[in-house]
């Protein structure tokens, strides 16, 4: 049996986002954050078991404190997602323009959905709160520490979010199916 999917090294050539009309907001978060401080650390391809590929654009701040993915997206332009690993191995996840509200002793997560500077002020100053509490941040300077903490995320707080999602969107389902099941008893008791 194959592999849901695979992470790997992205092609060379993909340093930017260039060519494909899709990503475009892709590069303009970019270049927003390229204004913020932050510069490129590697990109990421995800191969879909069909076959597809995805890319991600991985970014880090001037201090190491923070890497950024960057994705595009089908219903939204981009989707970039803020990342940060204490030393007691706490995570803080902030994403623009669309996530998740969670609040718990070793995972906080949040969004904001106003501008790309406007969420990396929020991950920043959600660093200093958290910092006095889980220690200092764990340092990002390459595309190895990224995926090392990627994979240490994925350990300890992998699902965290599509609990929420998977919840949401199959809530309508269970209740179509109880509904469908009661007016199926209904019409056998009504014979």
């Known amino acids: 049996m194959g592999d849901l999917c695979r992470i790997e090294d992205a ?3 993909r340093r930017r986002p260039t060519g494909d009309p899709a990503a475009t907001p892709v590069a303009h978060v970019l270049d927003q954050l ?3 401080g932050f510069h490129r650390i590697g990109e990421r391809t995800i191969v879909l078991p069909d076959g597809g590929r995805r890319f991600e654009w991985t970014w880090a701040d001037e201090t190491g404190e ?3 993915a960057v994705v595009p997206m ?4 981009a989707l970039m997602a803020c990342y940060t690993a204490f030393a ?3 995570w803080l996840q902030t994403n623009y323009p669309r996530g998740e509200v969670i609040d718990r002793p070793d995972y906080v997560a949040r969004y904001v959905d106003t501008t790309v500077a406007g969420t990396v002020a929020a991950h920043r100053a959600e660093i200093a ?3 006095q509490v889980h220690g200092a941040p764990r340092r990002v300077q390459s595309m190895a520490d990224s995926l090392r903490l990627d994979a240490e995320y994925r350990t300890r707080h992998g699902g965290v979010t599509l ?3 998977t919840f949401r969107i ?3 389902a269970f209740a179509a199916a109880g509904l469908a099941i009661i007016c199926g008893l209904l019409l056998l008791l009504g014979r």
Do not use: F, K
């Not at 089908?74 to 332009?77: A, I, K, Q």
């Open 170 to 172: 199959m809530t309508p």
């Open 11 to 13: 092609p060379a050539g």
């Open 66 to 68: 923070t890497y950024v």
């Open 129 to 131: 709160r958290l910092r």
């Open 88 to 90: 007691d191995w706490a």
């Open 163 to 165: 609990r929420r999602l």
């Open 34 to 36: 390229e204004a913020l």
């Open 74 to 77: 089908r219903l939204l332009p």
